[in-house]
């Protein structure tokens, strides 16, 4: 029998190499939902040091939740359409810019707008970028 904390450790290593994002730059956000395990993956911008959801999964424990969220970088992040999101912080004059993966505006805006309060930012425009 494995250490969970191992596999787990083992499944973020794998998500974070496929995604390039050091591990200093997500957070593994988990939730009890009816006794399911949801994982809200939280990608970290230092440039302008906000959060923003990257991708939600659930499953029946951490390590079910985390092998669903590697498949989802692996095989469906790609299929999904890439927009870019222009906003401003309400407390400040600098206009931002962020890329999201989703696979529509709605889902793009709630990545955006993830654990926030709604009123803390201004979005200015919404783009879905070209494929190539």
């Known amino acids: 029998m494995t250490d969970k904390n191992i596999e787990i450790s083992k499944v ?3 998500i974070e190499k496929y995604i390039g994002i050091g591990q200093n730059s997500l957070i593994y956000n988990y939730g009890d939902n009816d006794g399911k395990t949801t994982l809200h ?3 970290l911008n230092p440039r302008h040091n906000q959060s923003f959801l990257f991708h939600s999964e659930e499953g029946y424990d951490k390590i079910d939740a985390l092998k669903k969220m ?3 970088v692996q095989n469906h992040k790609d299929k999904e359409s ?3 999101i222009q906003w ?5 004059d600098a206009l931002e810019t962020s890329y999201f993966s989703a696979k529509n505006v709605q889902s793009a805006l709630d990545k955006l707008m993830y654990d926030r309060d709604p009123n803390s930012i201004t979005v200015f425009s919404i ?3 070209p494929t190539t």
């Open 12 to 14: 973020q290593g794998e």
């Open 41 to 43: 993956l939280v990608t």
């Open 70 to 72: 590697l498949t989802y």
């Open 82 to 84: 890439s927009y870019t």
């Open 88 to 92: 401003k912080k309400a407390t400040d």
């Open 127 to 129: 783009i879905m970028n």
